[in-house]
């Protein structure tokens, strides 16, 4: 990863890219073209002064789109170096297609906001409560401290994960129960490396005096024939929406759209989602879409206590919970019903009736990419675990999908977005494990919100269907 996001030091903002003064070339351009067709675009990125850039690592975001179809897609980007870059789009439908290519981040902002990730731990101030009889005790907590007070040290040693607070007086480590975070006012980043992350910076079109095109239906239309199913590779793109419906590009969809289909696909299923809040939607969608899923309560604290939906007709069980440190909100939230992410694996027995979907991502962009990727290489080997003992367990990964663009890019930037999912992609590339690509998703379907609206969570449902069914 230091190798593909090199230091790009700048002295002024005018050596930095520039969306407005970059060059954008449809090549061999056609007055029409055939749905199923390839369209590249070539991109040659320059500064404010209209000067060629001679190296890459813009973070650029590319995307098809036609409104009035509901359709999107993303385009992929390959970056060769040398300040020129290719942007390829499949034209999955036909229609009139719009293309857009943003400027998320200039090559020196990734690389300011790469090299500011690796800085600290401290960006984030995680307060434990401990309870001890009827007293109650805040003290400072974190994946590192830097106190020379008295520690309590919560170590898992297998996996090398650990977490500390200091120890308040006369109260015992074990007392910790409750946690919950806020941001510390800090930055490693220099104030024109602000300026170039400053919101107003953000997302620059680059494609903006660009017709739409005209895609044609030309008679060709490739059916695939192999159903989806978990070790399939995952192309990017992985799909396109249409009409509001997520298409798969790579597998032949079942479509599960009511509620005795997803009833029938769930019937003796025991589903385990752990994750983040991205996933916790899931349960939400489960519960709204089916009546039969009944809530149960699972005392204990706020949104992020573990949920539970049950049919007890027909013996399906979902249940959603958190992926323990780093966990960042202000809410408050309890410790004792969490557990790494590994460690839960190795608490399920498995069979073929049996499916885990995984999402980490989001609670990790404001820390030191080294956690991120340990938790990842832990939860691998945990699968691997779980293989040996039960290889028909279906395990399901959905990627972090985008988020809105935040005020705070040193900490929440899609670009720690996506240098995570290229790491995920790498140590996951052998399991046979199913990819549920909300990135693409996200992208495609403009959704711009850490949470994605219902109708996105349906089509990533519908995705986790056809993968274990």
């Excluded at 660009?210 to 989806?228: D, G, H, M, T, Y």
């Excluded at 079942?254 to 019937?267: E, G, M, P, R, V």
Aim: aromatic share 12%; glycine share 6%.
């Amino acid at each position: 990863m230091d190798q593909l996001i090199p230091p790009r030091p700048f002295t002024h903002l005018n050596a930095t890219t520039s969306a407005a003064h970059s060059v954008v070339t449809i090549l061999n351009p056609q007055d029409m073209y055939c749905s199923g067709d390839q369209l590249d675009v070539l991109l040659e990125a320059r500064d404010h002064l209209g000067q060629r850039k001679e190296y890459g690592g813009d973070f650029l975001r590319a995307r098809m789109s036609s409104p009035s179809l509901k359709a999107g897609a993303s385009g992929k980007v390959t970056d060769f170096n040398n300040g020129t870059y290719l942007v390829s789009f499949t034209l999955f439908w036909e229609g009139q297609v719009s293309l857009s290519v943003l400027l998320m981040h200039p090559s020196e902002g990734a690389s300011a906001l790469w090299r500011a990730r690796k800085q600290g731990y401290d960006r984030v101030i995680f307060m434990g409560q401990f309870f001890n009889g009827t007293s109650q005790v805040l003290s400072e907590c974190g994946l590192t401290l830097n106190s020379s007070a008295e520690l309590c040290q919560y170590l898992d040693a297998r996996d090398q994960e650990g977490f500390y607070c200091v120890k308040p007086p006369h109260i015992p480590c074990e007392a910790l129960t409750h946690m919950s975070t806020r941001n510390r006012h800090i930055s490693y980043l220099s104030k024109e490396e602000w300026r170039l992350l400053h919101r107003s910076n953000i997302g620059i079109e680059m494609m903006k005096n660009f017709a739409s095109i005209n895609v044609l239906p030309c008679n060709k239309s490739a059916n695939i024939e192999k159903k989806c199913q978990v070790g399939m590779k995952t192309p990017f793109p992985s799909g396109y929406s249409l009409k509001g419906s997520w298409i798969t590009a790579f597998c032949k969809q079942t479509k599960f759209n009511t509620a005795k289909s997803i009833n029938d696909c769930l019937q003796r299923k025991l589903v385990y989602l752990m994750g983040d809040s991205t996933l916790r939607q899931w349960i939400y969608y489960f519960k709204n879409f089916m009546r039969t899923l009944k809530y149960f309560d699972h005392h204990g604290t706020g949104v992020f206590k573990t949920h539970i939906l049950l049919d007890v007709e027909r013996h399906i069980l979902i249940q959603w919970r958190k992926h323990s440190h780093p966990f960042v909100t202000q809410q408050r939230f309890s410790l004792k019903d969490e557990n790494y992410i590994p460690r839960e694996i190795d608490q399920v027995a498995g069979d073929k009736d049996t499916a885990i979907v995984i999402t980490i991502g989001q609670h990790f962009r404001p820390f030191p990419i080294s956690i991120f990727i340990r938790r990842a290489i832990n939860i691998k080997k945990a699968i691997e675990r779980l293989f040996l003992r039960s290889p028909e367990t279906k395990v399901i990964l959905k990627t972090e999908n985008t988020r809105e663009v935040h005020q705070n890019a040193e900490m929440f930037s899609d670009f720690h977005g996506y240098v995570q999912n290229l790491i995920l992609r790498d140590i996951f590339v052998d399991l046979n494990v199913g990819i549920i690509d909300a990135w693409d998703m996200t992208i495609a379907y403009f959704s711009n919100n850490v949470h994605p609206p219902d109708y996105v969570i349906a089509n990533q449902i519908g995705i986790f269907l056809n993968y274990i069914c």
